[in-house]
């Protein structure tokens, strides 16, 4: 049986990448991924938990976000491809109208 | 008649405010016959109230006193102020005087403003001034008198100024606001020291006290003179005396009417009123007594030295008025409260008359007030003549005309009073009454008798004419009350039994007072009474020798005592000298330290300060915000790091610290 540490680092690991590459990546859809990327870090820590307790609460927890992650990924596509179609670029550094 | 309903008191002030809501706020769209009729309903109506409650107070076996239920108004632990009107004896001469007067000048005013721009303007004032003239006279505590003393305050500042565009009368009404406040800033202090003493505004409670107390005045109980004195500071405010007088005469930039209604016969009054009001606590403190004696002898006699040279009709009226205002305190100095409030009573009915009969002179002259160009007014405005001259024998002091008896009793108060000044207090008076016939009858002479002096360019020779009859019908009733109006208080000596005073008494009774009248003997009264009368027909005389029978004696005179004729015309320099020795040190002090170090260092400084506080930090955040969605993406990184730092770490660091 492989112990819950080696989950909690991979799931910190998998996190941390998902950080770096949301800091230093300039395209969007690499920024949406390294989003989902972190989203499952968490997952995987979701369930690790649940397992080494034997409760079934943290995997139910995970169908939760896995489905607000579907919606999220619906939404957040719809809104690249929106941005792609009127400024003809996916580089989030032109991409700053909310600047004051 | 049924007796009046205790609540129905309410209604004197509330419907000449009801009056003042809709002429304030309806009356620039209504039509001129609209806000008359409005402005006359809403004081008639109070007038009416007025003499149903005569008919309850008088009726047999009613009580001296009448009170609303007092429904509380202010209540901090134990001091409590209430809302509570109450009516006595002394309350009802001036409600009379409020109403009746102030009914009789509103009709003359439909007239008078005629053709005035501000009509509307004009009528919610009147009917504003109205409304809070009763709360001062039926007010029940000093507080609810203060609301009214403002308001009229407040009211006579909008009609001193009402023709606001032209600056003399904009000036004039910031002056007489300012002044008063002088005097009610001594108002406040004075009823400070009564909380602090008495825990209680209301009259009859602080007077029950102090009447409780006589011992207070043997033991050096100091906070009742300071009252006393206090108070004073407030009426000499209100009611034009030395030293706060200079508001009066300025006033009389404001419309004729105003200065009939508010600058002469109610408003002004209101610190003899509210004197006699205070009499019990007055009469503990013979030193704040002998201050209102003299302040009063002093303003009658300063004021009608001044009057006796000036040339516009109006400010001859204005000095006069300060005159017999310092008889009327006068009276109160020496203990003779009923005396002052008869005098009052009649004052108010000539002085009225004369204001208003003079407002029909300057109406007939298209708004000509120097009297040096009037003249031969007898013939061309005779009933304005006539009811004049009732108003003018009247306060001269001419037999049987009302004034005669008000003025003379204070006189004889005044001589027979247990003051040490008694005599001085005398002289003066009487050197005013004849002061007074003289410059009166001048008035008179110059202004209807003689040649006419009326400047000759344009029209002006034939536009002359006697004002409508909606001005005179209250110039005739006013006149007949300036006959019969001192019948009332006829003393016991000319045959009459001092009705007036017999009805004061449930208010001033005082077995000092009654000790005085039975220890003097009648012969003694009737030697002033003649005394008197001479000296007013005096006053006629050189008045007749000076202006209609040698004119330009006056002149003569006047060219051969210079020094004195100029003293006099410039008024003693009064207003100079307050300009050069507090007006000016005052704005330079306001100016220099005021304006340069508090407001543009404290205000302007704290202001700018915060400011530029706010601009620094919006700047540093400013230069984060870039738009950049990668450097929010890195502060939120940063923050959840912090927080999870925090979280890990924070337990262990508080422990340390």
Not at chain 2, 293 to 301: L, N, P, S, V
Not at chain 2, 559 to 580: G, M, T
């Amino acid at each position: 049986m492989v112990p819950t540490a080696y989950y909690l680092i991979l799931a910190a690991m998998l996190f941390s990448i998902g950080i770096a590459a949301f800091l230093i990546k300039r395209n969007v859809i690499t920024i949406f991924i390294s989003i989902e990327l972190m989203l499952n870090a968490v997952n995987l820590t979701f369930v690790a938990f649940a397992h080494m307790w034997h409760q079934v609460a943290g995997q139910i927890f995970v169908f939760f976000v896995m489905v607000v992650a579907a919606a999220e990924a619906a939404v957040g596509l719809a809104i690249i491809i929106s941005i792609f179609r009127s400024r003809q670029t996916l580089n989030v550094d032109e991409i700053d109208l909310m600047k004051l | 008649m049924n007796p009046m309903p205790t609540s129905y008191l309410w209604f004197i002030p509330l419907l000449p405010f009801a009056g003042f809501l809709i002429n304030g706020t309806l009356g620039r769209k209504l039509p001129r016959t609209t806000v008359s009729a409005v402005a006359l309903f809403f004081t008639a109506l109070p007038a009416a109230l007025v003499a149903w409650l005569w008919a309850t107070m008088c009726s047999a076996g009613a009580s001296g006193v009448i009170e609303t239920i007092s429904r509380p108004w202010i209540a901090i632990t134990d001091f409590t102020v209430d809302f509570t009107l109450t009516v006595d004896h002394l309350t009802l001469i001036m409600l009379t005087v409020v109403t009746g007067v102030g009914f009789l000048i509103h009709i003359y005013s439909v007239g008078y403003m005629a053709h005035e721009e501000g009509y509307w303007r004009f009528f919610a004032y009147l009917n504003l001034f109205m409304f809070f003239m009763s709360v001062l006279v039926l007010a029940s505590n000093f507080l609810l008198l203060f609301v009214g003393w403002e308001g009229v305050g407040l009211a006579s500042y909008l009609l001193i100024g009402f023709y606001f565009k032209k600056k003399s009368a904009a000036d004039a009404g910031k002056k007489a606001f300012i002044v008063n406040r002088i005097g009610d800033f001594g108002f406040l202090l004075a009823m400070f020291l009564l909380i602090v003493h008495f825990g209680s505004l209301s009259f009859s409670q602080v007077f029950d006290t102090v009447a409780q107390h006589p011992g207070w005045q043997a033991q050096g109980a100091h906070f009742l003179p300071a009252i006393c004195l206090l108070l004073i500071l407030g009426a000499a405010g209100k009611s034009a005396q030395i030293p706060l007088y200079i508001w009066l005469p300025d006033a009389m930039e404001g419309p004729t009417p105003v200065s009939a209604l508010i600058h002469a016969a109610t408003m002004v009054t209101a610190g003899v009123y509210m004197v006699a009001r205070c009499h019990v606590l007055f009469n503990s403190s013979p030193l704040a007594l002998s201050v209102v004696a003299t302040i009063g002898a002093a303003t009658a006699i300063f004021a009608a030295s001044i009057g006796m040279v000036q040339h516009d009709i109006k400010r001859v009226l204005a000095y006069s008025t300060i005159s017999q205002l310092g008889y009327m305190f006068l009276a109160c100095g020496v203990g003779a409260y009923a005396a002052g409030i008869f005098h009052l009573l009649t004052h108010a009915f000539f002085k009225a008359l004369l204001f208003l009969a003079a407002g029909s002179v300057i109406h007939a002259l298209s708004g000509e007030q120097d009297m040096r160009k009037m003249g031969g007014l007898r013939t061309r405005t005779p009933i304005t003549f006539w009811t004049m001259s009732a108003g003018v024998f009247a306060i001269a002091g001419i037999p049987p005309f009302a004034g005669f008896f008000s003025k003379d009793e204070i006189l004889y108060r005044a001589f027979t009073s247990p003051n040490p000044l008694h005599i001085a207090l005398w002289l003066v008076g009487l050197l005013t009454a004849g002061m007074t016939s003289f410059y009166m009858f001048r008035l008179w002479f110059k202004t209807f008798f003689g040649e006419s002096r009326i400047d000759q360019h344009g029209d002006g020779q034939h536009s002359v004419h006697e004002s409508s009859w909606i001005m005179l019908l209250p110039l005739v009733i006013l006149a007949i009350l300036s006959v019969v109006g001192g019948w009332v208080g006829i003393p016991a000596v000319l045959g009459g039994n001092n009705v007036f005073e017999r009805f004061l008494d449930p208010v001033f009774a005082t077995p000092a007072a009654e000790a005085v009248v039975s220890t003097t003997s009648h012969g003694l009264e009737l030697a002033l009474a003649a005394i008197s009368v001479l000296v007013a027909a005096l006053g006629f005389f050189v008045a007749y020798v000076f202006y209609y029978k040698k004119p330009g004696t006056a002149n003569a005179i006047a060219e051969r005592n210079r020094p004195a004729y100029a003293i006099l015309s410039n008024k003693y320099w009064v207003d100079e000298f307050y300009n050069i020795y507090l007006v000016t040190p005052l704005l330079m002090f306001t100016r220099g330290v005021m304006e340069l170090i508090f407001e543009r260092g404290v205000v302007n400084g704290s202001g700018r300060a915060a400011g530029t506080t706010v601009r620094g930090f919006a700047w540093l955040t400013r230069s984060q915000i870039s738009g950049n969605i990668r450097s929010y993406a890195g502060w939120l990184a940063i923050g959840a790091a912090v927080v999870m730092a925090v979280m890990v770490f924070g337990s262990s660091l508080w422990a340390h610290l």
